[in-house]
């Protein structure tokens, strides 16, 4: 039997790796009104990320980075394949040019969606993916400057480290928001960079009560300071 041509799809992360975009087809008939990761066939003498970013940028209007393809592949009819991988956006905002509604889903949301059937496989991978980049501390900075310094003294000691931009839970608007470093280096060497670069941790449990990300406001002092003196 001829070998199956494959199909790429991206699992599409917010900036907060919380969420993955879900997009909703409109043909063929067979396939309108299920849910896909948005993607495409790749083309002969094409490698399959190459063809993911192209696809995305046809589709979506914008452009993303590959970042792992998730563990297995997935038979679509009897000549094709789905492969899935994650990928971050790099520049613009994805907007539906060949679907008719996107969505942003949280791991809790994934099964809210009618998902194609070769789409299903990949999910509980998909969970696995958002939960464990939303779980991962980070250091947040307020100057994209300090954020990217950070980020390259952490490279230059070996660990992963990239920069995106922070958003506060259910807002799209980036404007005056902080900068995020996600990191697989250990909590310590994160603290120390943030004190050097002035930014503050956020690490599991590290929220605000209303879930935002921005610092706990300092009290503001009640009585006038008073200077610790040594007793006579
Ligand atoms: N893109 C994409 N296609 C999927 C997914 N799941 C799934 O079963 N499919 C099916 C639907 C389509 O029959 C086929 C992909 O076709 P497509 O129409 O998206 O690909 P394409 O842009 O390269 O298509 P074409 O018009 O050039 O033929 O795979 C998925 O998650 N993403």
Redo the contacts with the bound molecule.
């Keep these: 039997m001829a070998e199956r041509a494959i199909?790429?799809?991206a699992a599409i992360l917010d900036a907060t790796g919380e969420r993955v975009l879900a997009?909703r087809?409109t043909?063929?008939p067979e396939?309108a009104g299920r849910w896909?990761?948005?993607?495409?066939?790749?083309?002969p003498e094409e490698t399959p990320e190459a063809?993911l970013v192209r696809?995305i940028g046809?589709?979506l209007g914008c452009v993303v980075e590959v970042l792992d393809w998730l563990p297995g592949e997935?038979p679509?009819?009897e000549s094709?394949v789905?492969r899935?991988a994650t990928a971050r956006l790099t520049a613009g905002e994805p907007r539906p040019r060949?679907h008719d509604l996107l969505r942003w889903l949280t791991a809790e949301e994934l099964d809210e969606v009618d998902?194609?059937?070769?789409?299903r496989p990949?999910l509980p991978h998909l969970a696995d993916a958002l939960t464990a980049t939303s779980h991962a501390p980070r250091g947040i900075f307020f100057e994209e400057d300090d954020a990217r310094s950070a980020a390259a003294q952490l490279r230059a000691e070996g660990w992963s480290a990239d920069v995106v931009r922070e958003r506060y839970h259910g807002e799209d608007d980036d404007e005056d928001h902080p900068w995020a470093v996600v990191t697989d280096a250990p909590l310590l060497v994160l603290e120390l960079l943030v004190d050097e670069y002035d930014g503050w941790l956020d690490a599991p449990g590290d929220d605000g009560p209303d879930g935002s990300l921005a610092p706990e406001p300092l009290d503001l002092p009640t009585a006038p300071r008073r200077v610790k003196r040594p007793d006579r």
Excluded at 36 to 43: D, R, Y
Excluded at 115 to 119: C, M
Aim: aromatic residues 6%; negative net charge; without cysteine.
């Design positions: 199909v790429v799809a997009a087809r043909t063929p396939t896909e990761l948005p993607g495409g066939k790749v083309e063809a696809e046809e589709e997935a679509i009819g094709h789905l899935a060949e998902w194609l059937a070769p789409d990949f």
